[in-house]
């Protein structure tokens, strides 16, 4: 008797892939059958929980889904990869969400080219992510945007035509939550300094950086611009600003993002072999 067909199967049922999975059952019901495979017994348990159907291991089921996504820990990709490679059919679409294992690399531990690489970051958790996107030439634009679709269940979704530019998305979102706290510990630290209790201070740190964001988001105005607005000739922002431009703060920011997108790139060399 013939397995049943799933949509999209999950070859690793972690945080990511459980926050596109919450995101496919929000947004498309019953739609998209999910099956998923972890060792995990508890982490099987919470995918139950969400309608998808599970396994604790790699069988001959895989054979009837239409998309993998690859949501493993990069360091055990290749040897999932050759545990899974048996079941490939010719239509079937990877997606990888693995950081720091390229295409070619993926292609050649499957013999398959039907690939797509991205990189999301740590906010798809809560719907509010941001992920780039690579696809090889042999995968149609159908199957690109069906892709697309399911990874904007998390969030924004980017697209780019060359698979480097997937290191600079790495340095730019995938790393950035992390640039991001690195901010608000700051700014609580120097409100702290400055007499506020430390809950007040994250309150108002919080509040401000996502403020700021909604704002670039919803007013349609340039950063630059909604910085100038906030900036009264002779008042407190611009003696502030003065301090991180004496200290070159774009010039520290691009050079920490141009040493994440190096590493980036360092690790598709070392886990790649």
Not at 57 to 79: G, R
Not at 144 to 157: D, I, K, S, T
Not at 227 to 240: D, E, H, I, P
Request: with cysteine; hydrophobic share 45%; net charge negative.
């Amino acid at each position: 008797m013939m397995s049943k067909s799933f949509d999209v199967a999950f070859i690793g049922g972690g945080n990511m892939a459980q926050a596109m999975g919450r995101g496919i059952v929000t947004t498309k019901g019953e739609q998209t059958s999910l099956y998923v495979i972890d060792h995990n017994q508890s982490k099987a348990d919470l995918w139950a929980a969400m309608g998808a159907t599970t396994s604790l291991e790699v069988s001959e089921t895989l054979s009837h889904c239409k998309t993998w996504v690859l949501a493993v820990k990069p360091q055990n990709l290749k040897e999932v990869c050759l545990s899974i490679k048996p079941f490939l059919t010719k239509n079937t679409l990877i997606i990888s969400v693995a950081a720091g294992i390229n295409v070619t690399s993926l292609g050649r531990w499957l013999e398959h080219d039907l690939i797509i690489r991205a990189m999301p970051n740590t906010p798809c958790l809560v719907g509010m992510g941001a992920t780039g996107l690579f696809a090889t030439p042999a995968v149609s634009e159908e199957s690109v945007l069906y892709a697309e679709n399911l990874l904007r269940c998390m969030g924004l979704v980017i697209r780019v035509n060359e698979e480097f530019l997937i290191d600079a998305v790495c340095a730019l979102s995938g790393s950035g939550p992390a640039y991001v706290y690195l901010f608000i510990e700051a700014l609580i630290a120097g409100g702290v300094k400055l007499g506020l209790t430390e809950e007040q201070a994250k309150q108002l740190a919080v509040a401000t950086v996502a403020g700021g964001a909604k704002m670039v988001e919803s007013t349609g105005e340039s950063p630059a611009q909604l910085r100038a607005n906030v900036s009264s000739k002779g008042g407190t922002t611009l003696r502030a600003l003065s301090v991180f431009q004496e200290h070159h703060l774009e010039d520290i920011v691009a050079q920490a993002m141009a040493a994440a997108a190096a590493r980036s790139a360092e690790m598709a060399k070392e886990l790649g072999t």
